[in-house]
């Protein structure tokens, strides 16, 4: 295949991400650096996005981050459950009268 640049635009409407987003991981090492063409405008490898992108699945199938992901949710579970308590305002143990 022969490889192209593609447009800011048009990686984040691929890949699903904010431009923030994007930027977060580019800084990190997670995602494909830009190519600078100018000032004010860069362009990425079709062929780079498309790896991460492959990545990205192969990730999905081998259940990469399942279990960080379950942690995060039964955190949120609890959470959730003791601030419903705090809103109905039970008072278990005091008495009605």
């Known amino acids: 295949m022969s ?3 593609i447009s800011m635009s048009e990686v984040l409407d691929r890949i699903c991400l904010s431009k923030t987003h994007l ?3 580019i800084n990190a090492g997670q995602f494909p650096r830009p190519v600078p063409l100018g000032p004010q405008k860069v362009a990425f490898l079709e062929s780079e ?3 991460w992108m492959s990545n990205r699945l192969r990730a999905r199938d081998e259940s990469e ?3 960080q992901r379950r942690e995060r ?3 949120s ?3 959730a ?3 419903a308590g705090k809103q109905t ?3 278990e143990g005091q008495d009605d009268e």
Do not use: L
């Open 89 to 91: 305002g039970t008072n």
């Open 49 to 51: 996005i498309e790896t």
């Open 73 to 75: 949710a039964a955190k």
């Open 65 to 67: 981050g399942q279990s």
């Open 3 to 5: 490889d192209r640049f």
């Open 77 to 79: 579970v609890g959470h």
């Open 23 to 25: 930027y977060r991981k």
């Open 81 to 83: 459950a003791h601030v």
